[in-house]
């Protein structure tokens, strides 16, 4: 029995122990950065100081206040220590892992390996699971949301309905992004109950798919706006164009081998509108200056992919060479975003939708904001992917960021 549990669980169990070795190399005590400092241990503190009354209005904060309620429990009864926070969240990132090998148990072997490697062997996932960040314990809800409905598809039974409602509510209470899993989950599956004749509207469903929406509803009316009051945050300021190039360059940047595999089968005038269409990078580059690289008018742009073309302007490679880099991932984000849109009928599809455009109401243009669709991306493209070298160099590449990563910020 244990022979079979570590080869159909290896890929995980090798993950966990990677991130269990640094957690005991560092006993979780490295280095405190800017937003864990300033704003997630302030509001874990100020929650075990009001518990158990918790206010939802005055932390210092974007996130919802679930982690926090979750953090200060944690606290009061294990201690409120840096390293035994971030432990909780890496008990979360466990969570996640399993739940990502759930959701791919139908993949032949070697597929379900390589998509769980290349969403947990990614920086944002190793390094947010090492530290207090709402990023994971929120991803453990989404996923979780995510793994009940299509559970509840499978066996329509009312208990993974009825997880599907709390795991969403808590996803929705955790980050307010998770909104893109909650409205792509329910038009999927209106869609489906349309396609398979069902009732939409029994009793049973309108209060599971119903009662999320109409507490995160409350919420938002009681805070009086997307964020907590306690938190000034840049508001929307209408459609960010900028945030649309961007989503395209991210998804060529971490998903271009699916693009290679599939080059074959897309239309021939796909490739050309979309070559044509990422000229206009050339025009309009998103990093452009030395002087401040990260810098977009008055939008914020950071993550890994930034700071690559970060480095490379400030080594004095031409604007006109960056804006190249630029317009071919674009073009194979394009590519990417057709693949996804050929596969509608996958609830991770619409997921994907939605948090995009939700993006481009967001004046900042931060690549942490598309952490929470790194799996669901690939649980689209998975059926598309044939296990071949291009994509050991994409798991290398990924490999090489996170090392770096943790030499930076962690060894």
Same mark, same amino acid.
């Given at each position: ?36 400092? %300033? ?42 220590? !840096? ?92 980050? %307010? ?12 599956? @209106? ?167 939700? @993006? ?13 669709? !790194? ?22 590449? %990924? ?13």
């Amino acid at each position: 029995m244990i022979k079979t549990i570590l080869k159909n669980n290896w890929a995980a169990l090798s993950v966990i122990l990677l991130l269990s070795a640094i957690a005991i190399a560092t006993g979780l005590n490295h280095q405190i950065d800017f937003d864990e400092s %300033q704003h997630h241990l302030k509001a874990i503190q100020q929650y075990i100081e009001q518990a158990p009354m918790f206010d939802l209005q005055s932390y210092h904060s974007a996130s919802g206040p679930l982690p926090y309620v979750i953090w200060s429990v944690w606290g009061s009864i294990l201690g409120d220590s !840096i390293a035994s926070l971030r432990l909780l969240t890496l008990f979360f990132a466990f969570g996640c892992i399993f739940i990502i090998l759930s959701l791919l148990r139908d993949q032949p072997f070697k597929i379900k390996v390589l998509v769980l490697l290349l969403s947990t062997i990614q920086p944002y996932f190793i390094s947010r699971s090492l530290s207090i960040y709402t990023m994971i314990p929120s991803l453990f809800m989404g996923l979780s949301a995510l793994l009940a409905y299509i559970r509840y598809l499978e066996s329509k039974k009312t208990a993974w309905l009825v997880a599907y409602s709390l795991f969403a509510v808590c996803a929705l209470f955790s980050r %307010q992004i998770y909104l893109s899993y909650i409205a792509g989950i329910s038009l999927h599956f @209106l869609l489906y109950s349309i396609r398979q004749n069902r009732a939409i509207f029994k009793k049973s469903t309108l209060i599971a798919f119903g009662m999320p929406v109409l507490l995160f509803g409350m919420l938002l009316i009681y805070w009086g706006g997307g964020n907590p009051p306690g938190f000034s945050g840049n508001a929307s300021k209408g459609i960010n164009l900028a945030q649309l190039d961007f989503s395209l360059i991210f998804l060529g940047f971490w998903f271009w081998p699916v693009a290679y595999d599939y080059l074959k089968k897309l239309p021939r005038w796909l490739l050309i509108v979309a070559g044509i269409l990422a000229l206009h990078m050339f025009v309009v580059p998103l990093y452009v200056s030395s002087e401040n690289a990260t810098k977009l008018v008055d939008n914020t742009i950071s993550g890994i992919i930034p700071r690559i073309f970060e480095t490379l302007i400030i080594a004095g490679i031409p604007t006109l060479v960056i804006a190249a880099i630029e317009a071919v991932l674009w073009a194979i984000g394009v590519l990417i975003f057709y693949i996804i849109l050929q596969q509608l009928n996958h609830v991770c599809s619409w997921i994907i939708i939605f948090h995009i455009a939700i @993006l481009l109401l967001v004046p900042q243009v931060w690549e942490r904001y598309y952490f929470p669709i !790194i799996p669901i991306i690939w649980f689209v493209l998975v059926r598309n992917i044939k296990t071949n070298k291009i994509y050991a160099l994409q798991l290398a590449l %990924q490999t090489g960021i996170v090392a770096m990563y943790l030499f930076q910020k962690v060894l």
